[in-house]
C-alpha cells in the first residue's frame, strides 16, 4: 500500500513538471557583451515524447527545431544541432523554479551563460518542413552573386532528388567562405525556393527556360537582394 502511494505521488509530480514545461517560453541568454533574446515552445505529444522549436531573432534562427528535449521532474533540458555540424551546435540546460520560470544554462563550444525564460502562452511549435521533389530543369548547379555592405558574394546553388526528396547545398564566398544548412527546399511551378531556418537566409526565384536562369531574391536578416542565378555548364 505504502509503495503504491509513493508511485501515485511520483506519477503526479511528474505529470505537473510536465504540465509546466509545455508552452511558449520567451526570455533571454546573457552572452559576453551581448543579450540574444530568445522564444521557445515545448509540447508534449505522449507519455515521455516532447517536440519543440526555437527562435532567436539576433542570430537570425526563426523556428529551429530542438533535438534531445528531456523533462524529468522538475529538470528541463534540450538542445540545438546544426544539419552536417554547420553552424550553432548547443545546450539548454534548466530547471522550474518556484516562480514557474525556467532558468538554467546555455552552454555552446565549452563556453556558459546563464538564461532564464517566462511562460507566456500555448506551445506555437514549428511545423517540421516539407521536402519535395524537384522538376529536372531544376536539377544541377547554379550561379550568381550579389553585393552586400559594398563587397561581392558569389553563390553557388547546387540542387539534387534524391530517395528523401530534394536536398541543396548552398555556399556563399565573400571575405569567406559560408556553406549554409538548407532545410527546406520546394519547387511550385516554375517557383522555386529553399529556407535556411537555422541561419536565416533564403531564396526565392522563377526559372526562365529560354534563358536558363532563376531570377529572384535573397533575404538574410531583414535585408532582401536581387539575384541573378545561371546554370552551370
Known sequence: ?????VFLIGSILTCRAEERASGRWEGSVKIPERELKLVVDLAQQNAGTWTGS?????????????????VRDNEVSFALKSPGGRGLDATFKGNLDANGDLTGNFVEAGNTAPFILKNTGAPQVEAAPHITSLAGEF???WKGEFELFGYPR???????????????ELVIVGKKTTNVPVDLV?????MVSIDSHQAGMGYEGRLNKGTHEIKGTFAAGG??????????P
Not at 500500500?1 to 502511494?5: D, G, I, K, V, Y
Not at 526555437?54 to 528531456?70: H, W, Y
Not at 520546394?186 to 516554375?190: L, N, P
Open 1 to 5: 500500500m505504502r509503495f503504491a502511494l
Open 223 to 232: 535585408i532582401e537582394l536581387p539575384l541573378i542565378l545561371r546554370r552551370t
Open 54 to 70: 526555437i527562435i532567436i531573432p539576433g542570430l537570425g534562427i526563426k523556428g529551429m527545431a530542438l533535438a534531445d528535449i528531456s
Open 186 to 190: 520546394e519547387q511550385e511551378g516554375e
Open 139 to 141: 536539377e544541377g548547379e
Open 154 to 168: 558569389h553563390v553557388t546553388l547546387k540542387l539534387t532528388n534524391s530517395n528523401e526528396g530534394a536536398t541543396a
